[in-house]
């Protein structure tokens, strides 16, 4: 079973960065399709941030952060980052990565992701 971790969350000014890390144990990730997915208090579900593929050769991003975040993967690292930058105070929230086990490819579905980290916390002062 796969366990992941996230952290590099915290607090930032308008118009700052941060840079997520996912760390994975337990079993390698190198076939598994992965994704960032954020949660605010009124969220009813979690919204869909980014995904890529196995390789980091395909990504897809949210039309939200388009443009300002990042995401990345080391599968020899076993880790998942998500640079964001230009961060506004929408963004803040709670940053969960996931992991696919099933798919090695782009999903942006929230039922597509068999593992979860319990999430970094985001806050984006204006």
């Known amino acids: 079973q796969v366990q992941l971790v996230e952290s590099g969350g915290g607090l930032v000014q308008a118009g700052g960065s941060l840079r997520l890390s996912c760390a994975a144990s337990?079993?390698?990730?190198?076939?598994?399709?992965m994704a960032w997915f954020r949660q605010t208090p009124a969220g009813k579900e979690r919204a869909f941030v980014a995904?890529?593929?196995?390789?980091?050769?395909?990504?897809y991003y949210a039309d939200s952060v388009k443009g300002r975040f990042t995401i990345s993967r080391d599968n020899a690292e076993r880790t998942l980052w998500l640079q964001m930058n230009g961060l506004k105070p929408e963004d803040t929230a709670v940053y969960y990565c996931?992991?696919?086990?099933?798919?090695?490819?782009?999903?942006?579905?929230?039922?597509?992701?068999?593992?979860w980290g319990r999430g970094t916390q985001v806050t984006v002062s204006s």
């Open positions: 996931a992991a696919n086990k099933d798919y090695s490819g782009t999903a942006r579905e929230l039922g597509r992701y068999d593992y």
């Open positions: 337990g079993g390698e990730i190198d076939n598994y399709g």
């Open positions: 995904t890529i593929n196995w390789s980091g050769g395909a990504h």
